[in-house]
C-alpha cells in the first residue's frame, strides 16, 4: 500500500491549478486591467485630495431649522446638514428622543430606536384607520405579486433554503396584530366579568 | 409630488408628498427618471434598520434630471442629466477630504459610525430617497456627475451603488494575479463582485448562493464557478475541497444582513431583530477563506451586534477589510470599463416597475419571484 504524495497545504509550493494569464485573458474580456493595484481606485485607501471633491468650502455652511433636532451624543456639534424627513412626533418620537441620550455603542440606543419603530408603525396603522385612506394590507405588502409571480413555482422545488422559514413572515407582520386584538379580548372580558 | 412611503415593516405605498425644497445653498433638486430597489433596501422594507420612520421615502440608487439648484451650486444647472451616488457626503470634512465619502461626519447628526445615505433612515440621515419623482440631493457641487451621452441609463443607474459596491468589494479583498476568489451572494452585488474580480486577475472565481436562477446568471454573466449552498450538507467542507484543501485566497461576502442557511441566525438575526442581522455568509467567508486571506465585507448589516465567529478569523491570521463604498470614487475607472465593453451592468436588470406598483415590486425582489435579480422603478412612466 502507498501512501499518497502530500500536496498543498500540507507542502510548501504546490502550484495551484491555474490557467494562464492568456487563456484566462482570452476567456474573460478585461481580464488583468486592474491587476495593479495603482489602476484600482480605493488604491491606497485613504488619499488627501480635499480640493477634488467639488467642495468649495472649509466647513459648510449650516442647514437652518437646527434647533431641536437629535443627534447622537458622540457627535461634538449638531452636522451642517442633516435630513429633514419625518421628524419626532408622538410617542414613539419620546422613545427615540430618548435612545439619543444613549451612545452607539449602547444597546439601549438601538433597543430603543427599534421599538420607537414598532410603536411608530403601530400609530400609524391605527390612525390611518380613522382616516380617509386607510392602510390597506394587501396592496401595500404587494402580496398579490404571490399570483402575478409565479409566488409557488419560484418557491418550492427549487432546492431554496429560505423556504423553510417562509411560515414565519406571516407571523411576523400579522403577529402582533393578532396578539394586540387577543389582549384587547382578554382586556373587555375582564371588564365585563369586573361589571357584573 | 408622488413618493414611495414606508408604512411599517413589510408595508409600504405610494402617496401624495409635498415637493422637496431647497434646504441649504448648495442643494439641488432632481427629477428622477430611474431608480432601483438595492438589496439593502430590504434591511428597511423587513424593519431591521433602527430608526425607520413611518412616512419616510427608500431609494439611494437613482438617476434624473436637474429641476432646481441652490443659489452656491456651480457645477450642476436645470435640465443637466445627473447620477447620485448613494453617498450623502460634503467632500470637506477630515474623512471627506481622505477619500472616504461613505464615511462623511457632516452629514448624519443621527449617527457618528455611518455617514449619509439617501432614504436609509435617521440612522443615516433622515434624507428623504430616490424612489420618488423628485428629490432633495444636498452638496450638489460634491455628489452628482453629469451622465455621458454614450451612457445608457440603467448602466448609469447601476453605477449609483451596485455596480460600484461589487467592484469595491473585488478591491478590498487586495486580489493578486491567479487568486481564488469566492463570493458569497449572486445578487447583483456579488455578481458585480464576481465580474470584477476577473478584471484584478483572479484565478478562479467561485460564487455561492442557494437560488439556482441567480446562480445560472453567475455563470453566464460573471463567468463563474457556482455551488448552491442548498445542494451540500456543508458549504465549507466543499469549498475546502475544491481548493485542495489550502482554502480560498479572497472571500467576498456580498449578503449582508439577512443571509439564509442557518434557522437559528434567521430567526434571531432577521425575524426577531436581535442581532444586527444574519451574520452566517461572514461567518462562512471566515471558515471559507485559507489561513492568512482576507475577507472583504461589502453587504450591509444592522448597528447592533451579531454573533460573528471571531475566534477563527483571529486564529486564522485573516484581513478583514470593509466599508459603504466611497461611490464617486470609482467611477472614472468604471466608465472606462464601461466604455470598453468589459463592463455591461444592465445585463442583469431583470424587472422594469411603475412607481406606483411599488409595492408589487418589493414584495417580488424580497421574496425573489420570477426570476427577480435586479428591478428598476420608472418613475416618469406615465
Known amino acids: 500500500m502507498t501512501t499518497p504524495t502530500p500536496s498543498t497545504p500540507y507542502v510548501a509550493n504546490k502550484p495551484k491549478d491555474v490557467p494562464s494569464a492568456e487563456a484566462l485573458r482570452a476567456r474573460i474580456p478585461g481580464w488583468g486591467v486592474d491587476l495593479d493595484p495603482k489602476d484600482r481606485p480605493s488604491y491606497p485607501r485613504e488619499v488627501f485630495d480635499p480640493a477634488g471633491t467639488g467642495a468649495h468650502w472649509d466647513y459648510p455652511e ?81 402580496v398579490l405579486s404571490e399570483v402575478r409571480r409565479q409566488g409557488i413555482t ?7 433554503a429560505d423556504v423553510n422559514h417562509l411560515w414565519l413572515d406571516p407571523v411576523v407582520v400579522a403577529g402582533p396584530w393578532v396578539a394586540a386584538a387577543a389582549g384587547a379580548v382578554v382586556v373587555v372580558r375582564a371588564a365585563v366579568r369586573r361589571a357584573r | 409630488m408622488k413618493a414611495m412611503v414606508y408604512r411599517g415593516p413589510y408595508k409600504i405605498r405610494v402617496e401624495e408628498k409635498p415637493m422637496p425644497t431647497i434646504e441649504h445653498p448648495n442643494d439641488a433638486i432632481i427629477r428622477v427618471t430611474t431608480a432601483a430597489i438595492c438589496g439593502s433596501d430590504l434591511h428597511l422594507y423587513h424593519g431591521l434598520m433602527p430608526d425607520t420612520r413611518v412616512g419616510t421615502t427608500f431609494g439611494h440608487e437613482f438617476i434624473g434630471v436637474v429641476e432646481e439648484v441652490g443659489p452656491s451650486v456651480r457645477n450642476l444647472t436645470r435640465g443637466d442629466r445627473v447620477m447620485v451616488p448613494f453617498n450623502v457626503y460634503c467632500g470637506s470634512c477630515y474623512f471627506c477630504a481622505r477619500g472616504l465619502y461613505s ?31 423628485f428629490v432633495r440631493v444636498p452638496f450638489a457641487d460634491v455628489g452628482p456627475t453629469i451622465i455621458p451621452d454614450w451612457m445608457d441609463s440603467e448602466d448609469a443607474v447601476l453605477l449609483t451603488d451596485a455596480l460600484a ?27 458585480f463582485a464576481a465580474k470584477s474580480a476577473w478584471l484584478m486577475g483572479a484565478g478562479r472565481v467561485i460564487v455561492i448562493d442557494h437560488l439556482e436562477y441567480r446562480l445560472e446568471k453567475a455563470r453566464v454573466f460573471a463567468q463563474a464557478e457556482t455551488f448552491n449552498f442548498a445542494e451540500y450538507d456543508d458549504i465549507i467542507v466543499e469549498m475546502k475541497k475544491t481548493t485542495d484543501h489550502l482554502g480560498a485566497d479572497v472571500v467576498i461576502d456580498a449578503v449582508g444582513a439577512e443571509a439564509d442557511g442557518s434557522f437559528l441566525q434567521q430567526v434571531t438575526g432577521t425575524k426577531l431583530k436581535l442581532q ?94 420570477d426570476g427577480c435579480i435586479k428591478p428598476l422603478i420608472i418613475a416618469d412612466a406615465g
Open chain 1, 62 to 142: 449650516e442647514q437652518p431649522g437646527r434647533e431641536g433636532r437629535e443627534r447622537s451624543i458622540e457627535h461634538g456639534q449638531l452636522t451642517p446638514v442633516f435630513g429633514t424627513s419625518a421628524p419626532l412626533h408622538g410617542v414613539s418620537g419620546s422613545i427615540r428622543r430618548y435612545a439619543y441620550r444613549y451612545s452607539e455603542g449602547r444597546a439601549a440606543h438601538w433597543l430603543l430606536l427599534l421599538a420607537g419603530d414598532r410603536v411608530d408603525a403601530w400609530g400609524a396603522h391605527l390612525w390611518s384607520l380613522a382616516s380617509l385612506r386607510p392602510d390597506n394590507p394587501v396592496t401595500q405588502t404587494g
Open chain 1, 154 to 160: 419560484s418557491r418550492f422545488g427549487k432546492k431554496r
Open chain 2, 103 to 133: 464615511n462623511c461626519h457632516n452629514v448624519n447628526p443621527n449617527a457618528t459610525a455611518v455617514g449619509g445615505i439617501y432614504g436609509y433612515s435617521h440612522t443615516c440621515g433622515g434624507y428623504d430617497g430616490g424612489q420618488a419623482e
Open chain 2, 165 to 191: 459596491t461589487g467592484y469595491f468589494g473585488a478591491q478590498l479583498g487586495d486580489i493578486v494575479e491567479g487568486d481564488t476568489v469566492v463570493v458569497f451572494g449572486a445578487g447583483p452585488v456579488g455578481l
Open chain 2, 276 to 369: 444586527g442581522g444574519s451574520p452566517v455568509a461572514l461567518n462562512w467567508a471566515i471558515d471559507s477563506v485559507r489561513k492568512g486571506g482576507t475577507v472583504a465585507v461589502v453587504g450591509a448589516y444592522g448597528p447592533i451586534f451579531s454573533a460573528v465567529k471571531f475566534g477563527d478569523a483571529l486564529n486564522k491570521g485573516l484581513t478583514l477589510r470593509m466599508n459603504q463604498t466611497p461611490v464617486k470614487r470609482q467611477w472614472p475607472r468604471l466608465f472606462e470599463h464601461i466604455r470598453n465593453g468589459y463592463l455591461k451592468p444592465s445585463d442583469i436588470v431583470t424587472h422594469r416597475i411603475p412607481l406606483e406598483h411599488i409595492a408589487e415590486g418589493y414584495h417580488l425582489f424580497s421574496s425573489k419571484l
